[in-house]
């Protein structure tokens, strides 16, 4: 069509990736490449899985990139329970941030995280109290390593109010709908 603005796409201008992989976008927007011209943004913001029965009370999650894991009810089967996986979900979410923000200086030489909550019943069903995530970083001496220590707290902080999509959620609470399919 004579006249119409020229579209540009995520092909031409593929969207630039942060230090922690082509997991974690900076951005998806062709801003730079905005000036008089229109743009169709392909939103990467959906994610999914796929969650598939392999036996009683066990169920294999797949993502779209093929990474699977497994989960069970507990007791004597080694798989994650949901609410394992909700907690590995918030742990996993933090570590990921507070490793891109303190690594920038240094690697460190300890790195493992805890989390723990309480599941309770009450008048308002099953859920999990108390969540708390802990973590362990420790950094070589030196000036670096130094620098890196001064920025875990800052990190962590930066990872529960801002970052780490999986705990935000927790917090603001996000409305979840079922559906039957079939």
């Keep these: 069509m004579p006249g119409a603005p020229r579209v540009a796409s995520l092909a031409e201008h593929p969207p630039r990736y942060d230090v922690r992989g082509p997991h974690r976008r900076v951005t998806d927007t062709l801003s730079e490449h905005c000036s008089g011209r229109v743009f169709v943004m392909t939103d990467h913001t ?3 899985v796929e969650l598939t029965r392999i036996g009683p009370a066990r169920f294999k999650a797949t993502n779209d990139r093929g990474g699977e894991t497994f989960m069970g009810v507990g007791g004597e089967d080694p798989d994650f329970t949901p609410v394992e996986l909700l907690l590995a979900a918030i742990a996993g979410c933090g570590a990921l ?3 891109a923000i303190t690594h920038k200086r240094v690697s460190s ?3 493992a995280v805890h989390a723990e909550g309480t599941k309770v019943r009450d008048d308002d069903g099953n859920h999990l109290t108390g969540l ?5 970083v420790a950094f070589p001496d030196g000036p670096e390593g130094d620098a890196a220590r001064d920025r875990v707290q800052g990190a962590m902080e930066m ?3 801002r970052l780490c999509t ?5 917090q603001l609470g996000a409305d979840v709908s079922y559906e039957a399919t079939s």
Excluded: A, N, P
């Design 109 to 111: 030489t300890t790195f």
């Design 166 to 170: 999986v705990s935000r959620t927790v």
């Design 97 to 99: 941030d507070v490793e």
């Design 46 to 48: 959906l994610r999914s």
């Design 132 to 136: 708390r995530i802990s973590f362990d």
């Design 159 to 161: 990872s529960r109010d």
